[in-house]
């Protein structure tokens, strides 16, 4: 089992995932460790930027449009000080963008969980990095490459409360969880007198934590290790209790750009971009190696 450490994480100075489609977009131009990071990104052949295709569109306008965060740690946050998208999801899209267009140049509409499968199927954005869990009712909407990550769902809990050490003890309580994710079929079959309260983005659903909302809170495990590290009130209190892959979101039906980012994104982990990018991201918070990336089409959704 890896070994959890403190890292500091940048205040988000008040910004929050309003979760609509409306939300402005921000350029993520790449900082310098980013651009550090992904120097050695590969940079697709022109012959793999078929006439009339998705990433021939994607590279005639000069960016990517990516739906994501800006409001979770280690993930896709946004650092106030430089306007600067960071985390593993924001610079797995810049790789992406990269692959596409020569550099990496994107730009980050702010989504929630419940917008996300509007804003592929409007063209909004072009694809989705936002802990966007495969699962089979939502590959009915949409189309994930991928996975490209591996994680679980966890409880945290104001610091110091007791009687919840495993996702049965929910049964009866207040507990909170975002809206449109994993977490509330687990929560309803694990626990199923527990009483869920939805938000749409991780910092409100801490805030409601905070102010005694809710008695626990079900998320990723990896954003929680992260708001703990962050906020020392708040405090993991079990391991993970289900296995979620994470998927690229893709409009539904176009099955020449999932091949096609598929294939990019074995190039990432066999270059060992995939691995920079974590280290330089989950990795500051858990310790070791780079975990073993998940096999590409190796679920069902996938």
């Given at each position: 089992m890896k070994r959890f450490v403190a890292v500091v994480a940048v205040s988000l100075l008040g910004?929050?995932?309003?979760?609509?489609?409306?939300?402005?977009?921000?350029?993520?131009?790449?900082?310098?460790?980013?651009?550090?990071?992904?120097?050695?990104?590969?940079?697709?052949?022109?012959a793999d930027i078929l006439p009339g295709s998705t990433m021939e569109k994607i590279k005639q306008r000069g960016e990517l449009l990516v739906g994501g965060s800006l409001d979770a740690p280690l993930l896709s946050q946004q650092n106030p000080a430089t306007g600067e998208v960071e985390g593993f999801d924001?610079?797995?899209?810049?790789?992406?963008?990269?692959?596409?267009?020569g550099e990496p140049k994107v730009k980050i509409v702010n989504s929630a969980s419940e917008t996300r499968e509007a804003l592929l199927a409007n063209g909004t954005v072009d694809v989705?990095?936002?802990?966007?869990?495969?699962?089979?009712?939502?590959?009915?909407?949409?189309?994930?490459?991928?996975?490209?990550?591996?994680?679980?769902l966890t409880i945290a809990v104001k610091k110091g409360a007791?009687?919840?050490?495993?996702?049965?003890?929910?049964?009866?309580?207040?507990?909170?969880?975002?809206?449109?994710?994993?977490?509330?079929?687990?929560?309803?079959?694990?626990?199923?007198?527990?009483?869920?309260?939805?938000f749409g983005s991780d910092p409100e659903c801490v805030q409601a934590l905070k102010q005694d909302r809710g008695v626990a809170y079900v998320q990723d495990e990896t954003i929680l290790?992260?708001?703990?590290?962050?906020?020392?009130?708040?405090?993991?209190?079990?391991?993970?209790?289900?296995?979620?892959?994470?998927?690229?979101?893709?409009?539904?039906?176009?099955?020449?750009?999932?091949?096609?980012?598929?294939?990019?994104?074995k190039k990432t982990q066999d270059t060992g971009v995939w691995q920079d990018i974590w280290k330089k991201s989950i990795g500051t918070v858990v310790t070791g190696d780079a975990p073993q990336p998940p096999q590409i089409g190796s679920v069902p959704g996938s």
């Amino acid at each position: 089992m890896k070994r959890f450490v403190a890292v500091v994480a940048v205040s988000l100075l008040g910004l929050a995932a309003c979760g609509e489609s409306s939300s402005p977009a921000v350029p993520g131009a790449p900082s310098e460790k980013g651009s550090d990071v992904l120097a050695k990104a590969p940079v697709a052949a022109a012959a793999d930027i078929l006439p009339g295709s998705t990433m021939e569109k994607i590279k005639q306008r000069g960016e990517l449009l990516v739906g994501g965060s800006l409001d979770a740690p280690l993930l896709s946050q946004q650092n106030p000080a430089t306007g600067e998208v960071e985390g593993f999801d924001a610079d797995m899209g810049k790789a992406l963008a990269k692959y596409i267009l020569g550099e990496p140049k994107v730009k980050i509409v702010n989504s929630a969980s419940e917008t996300r499968e509007a804003l592929l199927a409007n063209g909004t954005v072009d694809v989705v990095f936002q802990t966007y869990t495969i699962t089979e009712e939502r590959a009915k909407q949409v189309a994930f490459a991928g996975p490209y990550y591996t994680s679980g769902l966890t409880i945290a809990v104001k610091k110091g409360a007791t009687g919840i050490a495993k996702p049965e003890d929910l049964n009866g309580k207040k507990v909170l969880a975002g809206a449109n994710t994993p977490a509330i079929p687990a929560i309803k079959k694990l626990a199923p007198q527990a009483e869920i309260i939805t938000f749409g983005s991780d910092p409100e659903c801490v805030q409601a934590l905070k102010q005694d909302r809710g008695v626990a809170y079900v998320q990723d495990e990896t954003i929680l290790i992260a708001d703990a590290k962050k906020d020392p009130s708040i405090e993991i209190v079990t391991k993970p209790f289900t296995v979620d892959p994470y998927g690229i979101g893709l409009k539904h039906g176009d099955d020449q750009f999932k091949k096609f980012v598929n294939d990019w994104l074995k190039k990432t982990q066999d270059t060992g971009v995939w691995q920079d990018i974590w280290k330089k991201s989950i990795g500051t918070v858990v310790t070791g190696d780079a975990p073993q990336p998940p096999q590409i089409g190796s679920v069902p959704g996938s």
